[in-house]
């Protein structure tokens, strides 16, 4: 308690220092930005910077969003308000193509002039505000003004012609300006020495970085581009070496400890399954299998990671892993994000091996093993049971969801830890499980959200990668197709063809992003996509629910006839297996439902599906989705039902799921389509830092450079004892919030 009041104490200090440098006005209009200390302002970065007659592209801004943009006068125009003593004053702008139009109140005819003064036809500016559509017309409303001709913003008088002018993440209150200015008072009395270098000396020689006192002048006060663009290089090197060594360190620690090494044995289950298993493996799941087995045999802990595409047979390669363990004398976990998945799972894992899963029972193989599920819902008696074969070890498999994580459950000796759909988990979650090995389980990692190896090495560091990029032969895929939601025979036609499938046998899915018009958000999607918010409310429309879609079809004309079930978050688990089993038989050949179904959910039957208000979801979600259609021995259709209009991002989306059915080139398209702090995930905020710099993308390149440099630091200084600064970056991301991210983004 203590600390923590000395911690309030220290910071309401650093907050009074910044008051004192920039003023009391501006400083308490700098915390909105996250900004309470004079550190946080200097690393309150800008965004990009602009040039003089070079205007800002007007048609690009996104209705929402606060912008700053430099533009000519093109027009302005007075007249009185109706009502009030008020005077509306239009200030028309363009960047040489789009005319944008700009309101301001003037309080009296006075100030309509004093505008007119400042802002004569011709001129240029930087202009600041909300963006907004009013009558489908781009506008700003609200918006502050600094003329570039006779300006109080010294950086922007003639002298400095070409110099960048830096704009900032900035509001309506404090336009990106005013924090120039604010930087530039508590910059200019410093010395470049006053600013500690905190990167190892040896690394900013070899990579030819700025030094940190001469990185910030050239980041916030530019003279030529060059210099913002070489700072930039190195705020971006030291996000990613700070990461890069958070998870050194990790792989290092875990490293540390030894893995009991579970060879393959010849005739063993592993063997056995592939002897009786009804298809062949594929060359890529052979060659995944073969790099596993090997890790297995090891006494190093294994920590690999499996993508594949949805339907690329990852179940099959686990549990060819968890038979070698088996075969080896020890037991392996499987854990899954839901009930479903888990009861799935146990159902497929459970046909696969036949009479290898039934040992001790009539007609089980004898050298065979069981498979134990452990879920929430269990019945007493059922879980008792579990719980004793894996603490036995008579399961050498148990299955399970967040169940799985409690104390009760103990194994006799846990050899392998196999997590499907990783990112649903947190770091927590994973090393309760593995805690409970006799000595550190092997672990494997499972993702059907295929990942770019950029992302991959950000967001893991040192796991090792397997890739499944092969789907098995035979496979019928899906043809997707965009049905816009203004048409109302474009509608019927979508739920004709449900009901023609469903006639021939099919089942569809029709897959809405709320639960009821009355919650908020669906409880069972991810978050939104952030950047479709404001344009859906302009759009204005309710987005589609599963209890009125229900509704809706239940008494549509199309699907008379047709048994509807209805699946989502809500239900109990009971009804949830009552949903499924009731589609997956045919007795309710259309589930209505959220995206519960989302992940792994197996329905061979099924070859329709139907996503309404499809451009509320992300790209690699949708991908996910439509994965499950098209599994059996028809091709699936995939309908994706959305108001975006052509050429926004939102429908950008939605046509490159209809492009293409390649699961990685799709996650680059995600990724080049989501902002910076979407791809380092929500905990970045949290830094007072507004702006992450790193793009894993086009940051590859120093990506690679830093997580070299980060394993020869860790390797040289594993607890970076020599190194202060950097250990405290890293204990400074890696607290317990920001631990989840490294793991969940
Ligand atoms: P995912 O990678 O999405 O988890 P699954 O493991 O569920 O995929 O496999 C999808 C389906 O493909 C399952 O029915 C599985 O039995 C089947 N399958 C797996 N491997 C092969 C293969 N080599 N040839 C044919 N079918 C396969
Ligand atoms: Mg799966």
Known sequence: MVADVDDAEAAQQLTRQLARAVGEKTAKALASLGVRSIDDLLRHYPRRYLHRGKYTRLADLIPGEHATVMAEVADIDSRPARNRRLHIV?????????????????????????????????????????????????????????PLDDSADESLVQAHVNRPVPVY?????????????????????MNEADTAEWLPAEIVENRRFPSAGAALRMIHRPTVDEEWKQAQRRYRYEEAFILQTALARRRADVA?????????????????????????????QQAVAEEISTDLAGAEPMQRLLQGEVGSGKTV????????????????????????????????????????????????????????????????????????DAASGAAGIVIGTHALLSQHVQFADLGLTVVDEQHRFGVEQRDALRSKGRTMPHQLFLTATPIPRSVAMTFFG??????????????????????????????????EKVAEDVARGGRAYVVAPRISSSTPEDDDAP??????????????????????????????????????????????????????????????????????IEVGVDVP??????????????????????????????????????AAQPGTPAWQRLQALVETTDGFVLAEKDLEQRREGDVLGAAQSGRGNSLTMLRVLRDRDLIEQARDDARTLIANDPNLVGHPEVLLAVTRLVDPDHEEYLDRA
């Open 605 to 642: 039957e099924a070859t329709v599906m139907v996503i309404l208000d499809a451009d509320r979801f992300g790209i690699s979600q949708l991908h996910q989705l439509r994965g499950r259609v098209g599994r059996g021995a028809t091709p699936g259709t995939c309908l994706l039902v959305s």
């Open 256 to 284: 540390a400890y030894d893995a009991t090494p579970r060879p393959a044995r010849a005739d063993g289950l592993v063997d056995a399954l592939d002897a009786q298993l009804p298809f062949e493996l594929t060359s890529g």
């Open 90 to 146: 239009t200030v028309t702008i363009t960047d040489g193509s789009t005319h944008l139009p700009l309101t301001f109140f003037a309080r009296n005819a006075g100030m309509a002039t004093h505008l007119r003064r400042q802002l004569p036809v011709g001129a240029s500016a930087m202009f600041s505000g909300q963006v907004s559509l009013y009558r489908g017309e781009l506008q700003l409303t609200h918006p502050e003004y600094e």
């Open 317 to 388: 390669v686990a549990l060819r892993a968890m038979l070698q363990v088996i075969d080896a004398g020890g037991q392996a976990a499987l854990l899954a994000p839901t009930e479903v998945l888990a009861q799935q799972h146990q159902r497929s894992i459970t046909a696969m091996l036949g009479p290898l899963g039934e040992a001790g029972m009539l007609g089980g193989a004898a050298n065979g093993t069981r498979v134990a599920l452990l879920t929430g819902s269990m019945g007493a008696t059922a879980r008792r049971q579990a719980l004793a």
């Open 527 to 596: 978050a939104p996509v952030t950047e479709l918010r404001a344009t859906d409310a302009v759009a204005g429309g309710d987005l589609a629910n599963v209890e009125d879609t229900f509704a809706t079809l239940s008494r549509d004309p199309s699907l008379a006839g047709v048994s509807l079930g209805m699946m989502h978050g809500r239900l109990s688990a009971e009804e949830k297996d009552r949903a499924m089993a009731d589609f997956a038989a045919g007795r309710t050949p259309v589930l209505v439902t959220t995206t519960v």
């Open 462 to 495: 040192d796991v090792d990668v397997s890739t499944l990029r092969q789907i098995p032969e035979g496979r019928p895929g899906v043809e997707t197709f965009a049905v816009p939601a203004d048409k109302p025979r474009w509608l019927t036609r979508t739920w």
């Open 169 to 189: 993440p900035a509001t309506a209150k404090l336009p990106s300006w005013k924090i120039a200015k604010a930087v530039r008072m508590v910059l200019d009395p």
